[in-house]
């Protein structure tokens, strides 16, 4: 008897480590991954969609407040994903143990509580504007982030395979398109995940691998597997460190009068409780000058700084030069000629040009794409890749990944600024001795005001075309010096002293990519 007792007692002492042990490894999640609470409404909802507020005061059906170990309080709104089932999601930003209380009006949601514990790891964050060096990003830990995006339908299938296709998650496809992007260097998306996009919510072919967004494309009526694969698309973005976009839609495709204000902002909570766990960006609306009203675009900003609680970086896809200098702004994004990109620097913010006439095969060939690119960062701009074509390994990719590479590997991209009167009055960003970069477009010659710098710099021509280097001379720093290129094919100048350590070192390696050998020298 004894035995037996003995033995019912270990067997229970293995049962309960075993349980113990699991529940560590459920309730245990890394700091800035993404904790998960499902729940069970008990209530009887016929659309429990619609029970989402669509304006900007009223709190969501259910939100959680989640405690930190430094009394770090993060309240956010849970979201519908389909039967009776609502998620709350939240990311830890400090290791330690976290509770949580819920609140709803269902008795399956509300005052529901617990807790976990978020361990240190290796993320750097969420990205977000840099406020000291205020024309750059950098991660929240205050590692420099260098913004190259690429421009990629996250959440729908599209016609080109350079912008996703038909690439699946559930076969790996959509993954091996952001291995080839990743390891080109692009650190985000544009466009990326939208609402209502143009022209294929209208045609009623936006669609993935779990159908519409919306069944029979009624905007009342949300499908919750399209947002379940839209989860898995921005997560292999952001586990190769892509942040993913986010946008509404067009005011051009009528949103405002085909499904109104009340639903769009419906929606956008939706989106945004769903994924601000996730290393994002909100891109309210495309073309939001065609509104012909600031004070729609304010009222969205506004929305979406109030019920995001990690204040993900907000912008809109062109706008009138009054939203530019607003708080909920928090950078610009453009769609202008690249040598116009400076002028939008005097508002203190990253200013993205996306569309400046390179789009690659509708627009631009892969010569025009690298040219047009160049000239962006030269005006101190960031800057958005697109092709329409399907190839992602294309010339103009390429080029463009030794862009990446060149910035992310051997500068302080970080403190580049906009110097012309450095350059003989042409295009050219610096950190006034210490580190200058300029571009030639047809080689020739350039002098450069060195006066700023008092020692001695490294200075190289950079092939992009080629990504190799060819040394320039050690310039003596105090006067104005010529510099010559090594033909009339494009250069770029890049002089340096000894304390300009690139911030990061992730490079861009183009992996993969195929090279059209009688185009690219």
Same mark, same amino acid.
């Given at each position: 008897?004894?035995?037996?007792?003995?033995?019912?007692? !270990?067997?229970?002492?293995?049962?309960?480590?075993?349980?113990?042990?699991?529940?560590?490894?459920?309730?245990?999640?890394?700091?800035?991954?993404?904790?998960?609470?499902?729940?069970?409404?008990?209530?009887?909802?016929?659309?429990?969609?619609?029970?989402?507020?669509?304006?900007?005061?009223?709190?969501?059906?259910?939100?959680?407040?989640?405690?930190?170990?430094?009394?770090?309080?993060?309240?956010?709104?849970?979201?519908?994903?389909?039967?009776?089932?609502?998620?709350?999601?939240?990311?830890?930003?400090?290791?330690?143990?976290?509770?949580?209380?819920?609140?709803?009006?269902?008795?399956?949601?509300?005052?529901?509580?617990g807790s976990f514990s978020a361990t240190a790891s290796s993320k750097k964050g969420f990205i977000?504007?840099?406020?000291?060096?205020?024309?750059?990003?950098?991660?929240?830990?205050?590692?420099? !982030?260098?913004?190259?995006?690429?421009?990629?339908?996250?959440?729908?299938?599209?016609?080109?395979?350079?912008?996703?296709?038909?690439?699946?998650?559930?076969?790996?496809? !959509?993954?091996?398109?952001?291995?080839?992007?990743?390891?080109?260097?692009?650190?985000?998306? !544009?466009?990326?995940?939208?609402?209502?996009?143009?022209?294929?919510?209208?045609?009623?072919?936006?669609?993935?691998?779990?159908?519409?967004?919306?069944?029979?494309?009624?905007?009342?009526?949300?499908?919750?597997?399209?947002?379940?694969?839209?989860?898995?698309?921005?997560?292999?973005?952001?586990?190769?460190?892509?942040?993913?976009?986010?946008?509404?839609?067009?005011?051009?495709?009528?949103?405002?009068?085909?499904?109104?204000?009340?639903?769009?902002?419906?929606?956008?909570?939706?989106?945004?409780?769903?994924?601000?766990?996730?290393?994002?960006?909100?891109?309210?609306?495309?073309?939001?000058?065609?509104?012909? &009203?600031?004070?729609?675009?304010?009222?969205?900003?506004?929305?979406?700084?109030?019920?995001?609680?990690?204040?993900?970086?907000?912008?809109?896809?062109?706008?009138?030069?009054?939203?530019?200098?607003?708080?909920?702004?928090?950078?610009?994004?453009?769609?202008?000629?690249?040598?116009?990109?400076?002028?939008?620097?005097?508002?203190?913010?990253?200013?993205?040009?996306?569309?400046?006439?390179?789009?690659?095969?509708?627009?631009?060939?892969?010569?025009?794409?690298?040219?047009?690119?160049? &000239?962006?960062?030269?005006?101190?701009?960031?800057?958005?890749?697109?092709?329409?074509?399907?190839?992602?390994?294309?010339?103009?990719?390429?080029?463009?990944?030794?862009i990446n590479n060149f910035f992310v590997s051997n500068t302080q991209y970080n403190k580049l600024?906009?110097?012309?009167?450095?350059?003989?009055?042409?295009?050219?960003?610096?950190?006034?001795?210490?580190?200058?970069?300029?571009?030639?477009?047809?080689?020739?010659?350039?002098?450069?005001?060195?006066?700023?710098?008092?020692?001695?710099?490294?200075?190289?021509?950079?092939?992009?075309?080629?990504?190799?280097?060819?040394?320039?001379?050690?310039?003596?720093?105090?006067?104005?010096?010529?510099?010559?290129?090594?033909?009339?094919? &494009?250069?770029?100048?890049?002089?340096?002293?000894?304390?300009?350590?690139?911030?990061?070192?992730?490079?861009?390696?183009?992996?993969?990519?195929?090279?059209?050998?009688?185009?690219?020298?």
């Open positions: 008897m004894r035995h037996q007792l003995t033995k019912l007692n !270990f067997t229970y002492c293995v049962v309960a480590l075993t349980m113990f042990f699991w529940s560590l490894t459920v309730h245990a999640v890394e700091v800035y991954g993404v904790y998960e609470v499902t729940l069970t409404a008990t209530g009887s909802y016929a659309n429990p969609y619609l029970e989402m507020p669509g304006d900007n005061t009223t709190p969501g059906f259910v939100t959680a407040t989640f405690t930190g170990p430094n009394s770090e309080k993060i309240t956010i709104d849970g979201f519908w994903d389909g039967g009776s089932t609502w998620k709350i999601r939240m990311a830890p930003t400090a290791a330690g143990t976290w509770s949580y209380t819920t609140s709803s009006v269902d008795q399956g949601l509300d005052s529901k509580s977000e504007v840099d406020p000291i060096n205020t024309h750059h990003f950098r991660w929240s830990d205050g590692t420099p !982030f260098f913004f190259s995006a690429v421009s990629t339908l996250i959440s729908n299938f599209s016609s080109n395979d350079a912008q996703g296709g038909s690439r699946r998650v559930d076969d790996g496809t !959509f993954q091996a398109l952001a291995d080839i992007r990743a390891g080109q260097g692009f650190t985000a998306t !544009f466009w990326g995940f939208c609402g209502f996009n143009k022209p294929q919510f209208v045609g009623k072919t936006q669609k993935n691998e779990g159908g519409a967004p919306f069944t029979n494309y009624d905007p009342d009526l949300l499908n919750p597997a399209y947002h379940q694969y839209g989860d898995q698309r921005v997560a292999a973005l952001n586990d190769r460190g892509i942040a993913s976009m986010f946008n509404i839609g067009w005011p051009d495709q009528g949103i405002a009068t085909n499904i109104g204000h009340t639903r769009l902002k419906r929606y956008w909570r939706y989106l945004i409780a769903r994924y601000a766990a996730y290393n994002v960006i909100w891109n309210i609306f495309g073309e939001g000058i065609e509104w012909n &009203d600031d004070a729609i675009s304010r009222d969205y900003g506004e929305l979406t700084k109030a019920w995001d609680p990690y204040k993900h970086p907000v912008t809109e896809h062109t706008s009138p030069q009054a939203s530019k200098s607003e708080n909920w702004m928090d950078f610009i994004t453009l769609q202008q000629s690249a040598n116009t990109t400076s002028s939008d620097l005097s508002f203190n913010k990253p200013v993205i040009n996306a569309e400046f006439g390179a789009y690659e095969v509708y627009q631009a060939t892969p010569d025009v794409v690298r040219n047009l690119t160049w &000239d962006v960062r030269m005006h101190g701009g960031y800057f958005v890749y697109e092709s329409w074509g399907n190839d992602p390994k294309s010339l103009g990719a390429y080029y463009v990944s030794l600024e906009y110097h012309p009167e450095l350059f003989s009055g042409k295009p050219g960003i610096s950190n006034p001795g210490i580190e200058y970069v300029t571009y030639l477009i047809k080689g020739g010659s350039i002098a450069v005001d060195l006066s700023g710098s008092s020692g001695t710099l490294t200075a190289q021509w950079y092939n992009p075309r080629t990504g190799t280097f060819t040394s320039a001379g050690s310039p003596k720093g105090g006067s104005v010096i010529t510099f010559s290129a090594p033909d009339t094919n &494009d250069w770029v100048l890049h002089l340096k002293d000894g304390t300009a350590v690139p911030p990061s070192s992730k490079t861009a390696i183009p992996t993969g990519v195929t090279i059209n050998k009688k185009t690219n020298p």
